[in-house]
């Protein structure tokens, strides 16, 4: 830990002030590691971990709290400079630099159903059929994501899933954000859901998305340099611990 803050104090002594100083980041409800309390309001160890590294380069962070398919659409035309926590596909590799990964993280992809229908879902193939409720922008997992014989119904966030699920729309959504869509449902004080018997296991890295049409774009190598130092040397771990929040691996990564 100590040879990373003498490498911080080395960077800041040797980059200079920007002229333009802000990045522009979104941010969602994504507990633990992102927390908004209101739409002016929010926390959480990948917030703390991106203004640090941003600070290290000279540049503060200027927040929007905004829905993924807003943050993507972002990112893809340049008026989002960060998005954190963003899954590494191949089609955003396109417009996105990923920064990281910070670490890696068991995501396996559950389905949600009512209590008592856990064997509606023992094998892919009993997806197809049922209705599937997803979230719009989100990558689940190949080949569910582009697998037209699912007869999928998108909704926008969390909030508009678990009410389209309480209502009947469908009897089972997919579910990577656990722990958000049981708050969402908490909300309502609806507790009737369980997970289906099959799930699909998979570990992902945990990466900060950068448009490549950012009008700062051009910091992408200082800035992936400081974020790759705060894993390696345990500041991320830290910064997850002061949150009481478990950190993401690196060795899980390999």
Not at 194 to 212: C, E, K
């Amino acid at each position: 830990m100590k040879e990373y803050w003498i490498f911080i104090a080395l960077l800041t002594a040797t980059t200079p002030a920007p002229a333009a100083d802000s990045l522009n980041a979104d941010i969602r409800h994504r507990p633990p590691e992102m927390i908004l309390e209101s739409k002016s309001k929010s926390s959480g160890p990948l917030k703390t971990i991106i203004e640090e590294a941003v600070s290290a380069i000279g540049f503060k962070i200027k927040w929007r709290a905004a829905p993924f398919p807003r943050s993507l659409h972002g990112l893809k035309y340049g008026s989002v400079d960060i998005v954190p926590r963003l899954i590494r596909t191949r089609e955003r590799e396109e417009f996105v630099l990923y920064l990281g990964p910070i670490g890696c993280q068991t995501k396996d992809i559950l389905f949600l159903v009512k209590k008592g229908q856990e064997s509606l879902i023992n094998r892919y193939e009993d997806l197809y059929l049922i209705k599937v409720g997803v979230k719009r922008a989100t990558a689940y997992f190949q080949p569910f994501d582009s697998d037209s014989k699912i007869d999928k119904d998108q909704q926008k966030d969390d909030a508009n899933m678990a009410g389209m699920f309480m209502r009947g729309r469908f009897k089972t959504m997919a579910v990577l954000d656990k722990t958000a869509i049981e708050s969402a449902l908490s909300a309502h004080e609806f507790n009737d859901y369980s997970y289906a018997n099959y799930r699909y296991r998979q570990v992902i890295g945990n990466y900060y998305g950068m448009s490549r049409l950012s009008a700062h774009a051009k910091q992408y190598e200082k800035l992936n340099t400081v974020i790759k130092q705060m894993a390696t040397s345990g500041r991320v771990a830290e910064i997850y611990q002061s949150y009481q929040a478990a950190p993401p691996s690196l060795a899980s990564c390999n």
